[in-house]
T-cell receptor, first 120, second 116 residues
Framework: DAKTTQPPSMDCAEGRAANLPCNHSTISGNEYVYWYRQIHSQGPQYIIHGLKNNETNEMASLIITEDRKSSTLILPHATLRDTAVYYCIVSPPLPPHPGKTTDSWGKLQFGAGTQVVVTP | NAGVTQTPKFQVLKTGQSMTLQCAQDMNHEYMSWYRQDPGMGLRLIHYSVGAGITDQGEVPNGYNVSRSTTEDFPLRLLSAAPSQTSVYFC???????????????FGPGTRLTVL
């Protein structure tokens, strides 16, 4: 079962902020929220992650609601190069050291994502 | 650093042929994984590894084998290719920096496989 829900597509004007919503109502207390994006034909690219607090880096900002059941990725000034599929993923943390079993590895489960098209 | 590299970039196989997709990373990452991506769909996890000698199945492991003899390499073997395995294959690696570490995965450029 999908752990996140995203709109299938959205458009954004170049230079404007793009706000990408994600619902993750069944998120567990120790699970991170990750955002990746995939530009056409390329491998996915990590954007940002968060646990409880809002986060910002050079690419984007991540706003997580207080109950952690939803989040929003914000691209502050969208450019044409931001046209991509954006994936919201929730996953438990990695264990501190590789063990003899793999049960606790934080697998990333990719859904269909949101196709974002930035237009001039 | 070259990051995550994959070879070949493109491959065409006939049904029943076998081959190995190569994946290597030079970042000393413990964790490596293989995904496939069918047209218009998200990535699905095939196999993954949490260190040399340790591998496990993902959600779509049938028809594929993996091994992890070194930290750097994580090859994916197709035992007997089928048209249903036509897809783009991505390899990824990630690291842990301590308890509760987040999982930033670094992806390779992909191998585009067609099985006729």
């Amino acid at each position: 079962d999908a752990k996140t829900t995203q709109p299938p597509s959205m458009d954004c004007a170049e230079g404007r902020a793009a706000n990408l919503p994600c619902n993750h109502s069944t998120i567990s207390g120790n699970e991170y929220v990750y955002w990746y994006r995939q530009i056409h034909s390329q491998g996915p690219q990590y954007i940002i992650h968060g646990l409880k607090n809002n986060e910002t880096n050079e690419m984007a900002s991540l706003i997580i609601t207080e109950d952690r059941k939803s989040s929003t990725l914000i691209l502050p000034h969208a450019t044409l190069r931001d046209t991509a599929v954006y994936y919201c993923i929730v996953s438990p943390p990695l264990p501190p050291h590789p063990g003899k079993t793999t049960d606790s590895w934080g697998k990333l489960q990719f859904g269909a994502g949101t196709q974002v098209v930035v237009t001039p | 650093n070259a990051g995550v590299t994959q070879t070949p970039k493109f491959q065409v196989l006939k049904t029943g042929q076998s081959m190995t997709l190569q994946c290597a990373q030079d970042m000393n990452h413990e964790y490596m994984s293989w995904y496939r991506q069918d047209p218009g769909m998200g990535l699905r996890l095939i196999h993954y590894s949490v260190g040399a000698g340790i591998t496990d199945q993902g959600e779509v492991p049938n028809g594929y084998n993996v091994s992890r003899s070194t930290t750097e390499d994580f090859p994916l073997r197709l035992l007997s290719a089928a048209p249903s395995q036509t897809s783009v294959y991505f390899c990824a690696s990630s690291y842990t920096s301590g308890m509760g570490s987040y999982n930033e995965q670094f992806f390779g450029p992909g191998t585009r496989l067609t099985v006729l």
